[in-house]
């Protein structure tokens, strides 16, 4: 099994021509499979969100629920095929191909061989399942209090996470094929904005002066640049991931009420009295973060990548958590059309959001040379990795 | 003001008869929705607001019926509340207070219950804790404004499993993540990259730019 090593690996080249024509035709099927499925899941989370809040009443088969029930099953539905496909290539002895998904893993006791990146998209499908489950019994016991933040939701939540986090892995194992940069910026785009959802269930914590959802959103949005940053290593395709963002976030802001109100006329249910027209969702979504997503470029960057990184990293991830908070209260402020915080009121969250900021920076260096980890080597790379392992220098490590 | 425990702050088309594949397929596509509607429309009728205890309130110049729909309340176990004005809403409006056992508040515009559209109320709302709350009101009106309150409502335990146990259960997809981050940490680590050595083409180190 050959893994290509994280770091300075140059695997943004074509991928050889025996493995473009051997997978090109097969390997983006199921990768844009799950990542409509995540895309269905985002959209679907963000109507349902407003649907509670400006209409009401629930029951387990409303069309958003439908809608997001759907997007899990074919994210899952894919994965598994790719699962079986692969298990089924293995026990052939036919030859794996690691751009699909990465490389594969066995899964129980070897019964299984599953791509790592399908392997976590799926599982995290398979977790939708459950919690669905959870969550029904939930409202069974409880009713449908519709809250973001009950055990059921934030399983629910955060297994749709899991299964965004495989479409990322997806795209990755992929990276020697062009239409995998478009994917990856589309599914780090899915990731964050869905999993900014969860960060809501911080509102339960009793933050003081700190507000606890804003620094949420700043450390999930700072971690995901610097994965982004590190990992698409290409300003113009870090741009293009702030972009995406911006025109997600947007496309969410028109489609959310709309597709609210469309459906409360559909069923013939009123609004709500003093409905706000401003969407949960997307009005959580940071405005800043093409900016950020440049500005940490550039901080990475000005600094060189033989520096050392943690430091840095860590440095410019303050920088970029002074930056996605301030612009988050002031945000929030403008688009809820609020006051904004007082001077005594900011710092606390704000240095917060600082902290967070710098913890993000750290980890998101990191996990972006794990998620480089996954993209499978080339044959000349796994040739110079084997190389260096035989290597006398090497030996004994 | 904060919605009570919920969400916070706030062409071209076939010339020929004969349908093409694609169109097939998505025939087929919308066929088997509408299956999925047809089968789920039983489930897609929403309850209506039953009234099971009333209390009288007197808010200055105006008297209130408070509606729940199930007695005794349950702390997480929503229920429907109904607030209705002798001589209906017309032209009066006002604002709730949600009083906690910790003297905590919570404020709301009073505003029409989504499937009672002639009453004021909450619809499936659910008191987060156990102790006695009380619901507080101001209503403004052709009579003036007026306050009120109603006695302590006394709101029993929880149903089910204790809390704690439900949010252990809940976060188990994030700790499979963390557990999924911890290992491949550990074998992206420096020293070692998944059985091959570091080196110039295994560093870990460095925001790449």
């Known amino acids: ?397 | 003001m904060i919605a009570f425990g919920r969400v916070p702050r706030p062409s071209r088309f076939p010339r020929s008869g004969r349908a093409s594949g694609p169109l097939r397929a998505g025939v087929a596509l919308l066929t088997a929705i509408g299956l999925v509607f047809a089968s789920a429309t039983p489930a897609l009728a929403y309850p209506p607001v039953e009234t099971v205890h009333t209390e009288r309130v007197q808010a200055g110049p105006y008297s209130l019926t408070v509606g729940y729909s199930t007695w005794p309340l349950r702390a997480l176990s929503s229920l429907d509340f109904t607030f209705t004005p002798d001589g209906g809403i017309d032209g009066k409006r006002g604002v709730l207070t949600l009083v906690g056992p910790d003297g905590s508040e919570e404020r709301a515009r009073l505003a029409r219950h989504p499937r009672k559209r002639e009453v004021w109320g909450l619809d499936t709302f659910a008191v987060p804790s156990e102790g006695n709350w009380v619901l507080r009101f101001t209503v403004d009106g052709p009579a003036g404004r007026g306050e009120g309150r109603t006695a302590s409502i006394p709101t029993l335990p929880q149903p089910g499993p204790p809390l704690a146990l439900s949010w252990a259960v809940g976060t188990v997809p994030l700790w499979a993540l963390v557990a999924l981050i911890v290992v491949a940490w550990r074998r992206t680590g420096p020293g070692r990259r998944d059985g091959l050595p570091a080196g110039s083409n295994a560093r870990t180190e460095g925001v790449g730019t």
């Open chain 1, 1 to 397: 099994m050959t893994v290509a090593a994280d770091g300075a690996l140059p695997a943004r080249g074509r991928a050889p021509a025996s493995v473009r024509t051997a997978t090109v035709s097969r390997g983006w099927i199921p990768a844009f499979l799950v990542l409509l499925g995540a895309a269905f899941s985002l959209t679907a989370a963000s109507w349902d969100i407003q649907w509670h809040i400006d209409v009401g009443p629930d029951t387990f088969f409303t069309l958003p629920h439908l809608v997001l029930y759907a997007g899990s099953a074919l994210s899952g539905l894919a994965s598994l095929a790719v699962v079986l496909m692969t298990t089924a290539a293995r026990r052939a002895d036919r030859e794996v191909d690691t751009t699909i998904g990465g490389r594969a893993v066995p899964v129980l006791g070897g019964t299984f061989a599953a791509p790592l990146g399908y392997l976590v998209s799926g599982a995290g499908s398979a977790g939708f399942l459950l919690y669905g489950l959870f969550d029904l019994w939930w409202h069974s016991l409880y009713g449908f209090d519709a809250v973001i933040a009950s055990p059921p939701h934030i399983g629910l939540i955060l297994s749709i996470a899991l299964s965004m986090v495989g479409a990322v892995m997806v795209f990755a194992a992929a990276w020697a094929h062009r239409w995998a940069r478009l994917g990856v910026i589309l599914a780090f785009t899915v990731t964050l904005a869905f999993s900014l959802v969860a960060t809501q269930g911080l509102a339960e914590i009793d933050g003081g002066v700190v507000d606890p959802v804003s620094v949420g959103v700043t450390f999930l949005t700072v971690l995901v640049v610097f994965m982004a940053v590190g990992f698409l290593r290409d300003i113009r395709l870090v741009l293009g991931f702030g972009i995406v963002f911006a025109a997600a976030q947007a496309l969410l802001w028109w489609f959310s009420p709309w597709a609210t109100r469309a459906y409360a006329v559909a069923v013939g249910l009123p609004m709500r009295d003093y409905v706000s027209p401003v969407p949960l969702v997307p009005a959580e979504m940071p405005m800043s973060l093409p900016a950020v997503a440049a500005l940490t470029w550039w901080a990475v960057s000005s600094v060189g990548r033989d520096r050392p990184g943690r430091l840095v990293a860590s440095l410019v991830g303050g920088l970029a958590g002074l930056v996605v908070t301030v612009c988050g209260l002031t945000q929030a402020s403008l688009v809820y059309r609020s006051t904004l915080p007082t001077i005594g009121e900011m710092p606390p969250t704000v240095v917060a959001g600082v902290l967070v900021g710098a913890l993000a920076g750290f980890l998101g260096r990191r996990f972006s040379a794990m998620l480089r980890a996954v993209v499978p080597a080339t044959p000349r790379e796994a040739s110079a990795a084997s190389q260096q392992a035989s290597a006398p220098s090497q030996e004994g490590r």
